[in-house]
Every structure is written in structure tokens, then in C-alpha cells.
């Protein structure tokens, strides 16, 4: 299993393991957008890997990028997710398949109103430095 799917794999049991979110989102928590969403869930977006090896280590960098769509009526439900979302994957013992953490760290939030006026979105980048075991 790759870096990133293997960071994806544990961070999103981590979320769906968690109770708070879970009476947020149910089982609203998706590694791709669904095709009929329900309101307020959440979705990975982005990952990126980029080899970060050095002389005496091998190292991948991977850059998740998670968003919160919710439609609750302003940025609140989506910020107060995301803000728990951070919570749980910095305090978690993520264990990707085959990898060992360095570094886990929450590299920007965002919110924002779509263009539709009425779904909130909040973005949360991660960047995690990997290395095998």
C-alpha cells in the first residue's frame, strides 16, 4: 500500500471511530465525494506525496487535504467539525500499513460559503512526514 493511502486508510478510521463525530456525521465521512450528499459531511480531497529522503533516511511527505461541506445556515457547523477533525487526528496513534510517523501536523484551515450561498466549506491541510518500518 502507497504513503498516502496508507495515511488516508488510518486517518479516516480514526475519524469514524470518534464519537463526537460520529454524532456529527454519522457515517458521512468519505475518502471520495458522494454522488448524493447528505449535509453536513466530510470528504478527502486532495493527497499528495512528495520524497523527502535524505542522506541517512527515507522519507515521504504527504499532504491530505480534508473538507467539511455543511449547510446548517453559515460557516459555525463547518468550523466547529473541522476544529474537531484536527482535535482527533493530532491526538490519535495513526498507524499507517507499513509506516512509521515522524511528523503530523495541521498546515492550514480555511472556511468559506460556496458560490450557491448556502454550503458552508471548511478545509483542513494536513502534512505528515512518513518513513518505513
Do not use: K
Not at 51 to 58: F, K, L, N, P
Not at 68 to 78: D, T, V
Not at 84 to 108: N, Y
Not at 126 to 131: D, I, P, Q, T
Request: neutral net charge; hydrophobic residues 50%.
Amino acid at each position: 500500500m502507497s504513503a498516502a493511502q496508507s495515511l488516508v486508510t488510518a486517518m479516516l478510521a480514526a475519524l469514524r471511530a470518534d464519537a463526537t463525530l460520529a454524532a456529527d456525521l454519522g457515517s458521512r465521512i468519505h475518502d471520495a465525494a458522494p454522488r448524493d450528499p447528505v449535509f453536513p459531511h466530510l470528504v478527502v480531497a486532495d493527497v499528495t506525496v512528495r520524497d523527502r529522503s535524505g542522506v541517512d533516511a527515507t522519507l515521504e511527505e504527504v499532504r491530505a487535504t480534508l473538507e467539511i461541506f455543511s449547510r446548517a445556515g453559515g460557516r459555525a457547523e463547518a468550523a466547529r467539525i473541522a476544529e474537531r477533525v484536527e482535535t482527533v487526528l493530532l491526538a490519535a496513534d495513526l498507524s499507517p500499513a507499513g509506516r512509521r510517523i515522524a511528523l503530523l501536523r495541521r498546515d492550514a484551515t480555511e472556511t468559506s460559503i460556496l458560490r450557491d450561498r448556502v454550503t458552508a466549506r471548511a478545509v483542513v491541510r494536513f502534512v505528515a512526514l512518513l518513513e518505513p518500518v
